[in-house]
């Protein structure tokens, strides 16, 4: 197994960006729920991390569908309950994220320190 500390940290830090960008959407769908015209928008995961080894990537790819780009849904009403859902289910995934992240700079630091 070829582990990469800079893949790790840089997979990591893409999520993390994946997750706040789908939470400013979700927030928009909030705000804008009574703009006559505004389409409700998300992120989808899985096609950004389809083919992805690492377990967390794999769990968020099943979570979300679609691609990295924030793409319009249908033409539906946006449910403030069903959008607030979202935004909570988005924040536990991001803090799974920097516990990931934080779990690698521990690994990281370990290894200098037993370097020593």
Do not use: C, H, W
């Not at 070829?2 to 789908?22: C, D, W």
């Not at 679609?66 to 991001?94: C, F, H, R, W």
């Amino acid at each position: 197994m070829n582990f990469s500390v800079s893949n790790s940290l840089n997979k990591t830090s893409n999520i993390l960006n994946l997750i706040s960008e789908r939470q400013k959407l979700l927030g928009a769908n909030v705000a804008n729920m009574d703009t006559p015209g505004y389409q409700k928008q998300d992120i989808n995961f899985s096609q950004v991390l389809s083919g992805s080894s690492n377990n967390l990537e794999t769990k968020l790819a099943r979570k979300f569908d679609g691609g990295m780009v924030a793409s319009e849904t249908s033409d539906e009403p946006i449910n403030a309950a069903e959008e607030l859902v979202k935004m909570q289910n988005n924040s536990l995934l991001y803090t799974v994220a920097t516990r990931r992240m934080s779990n690698i700079i521990t690994q990281m630091k370990t290894v200098i320190n037993v370097g020593k």
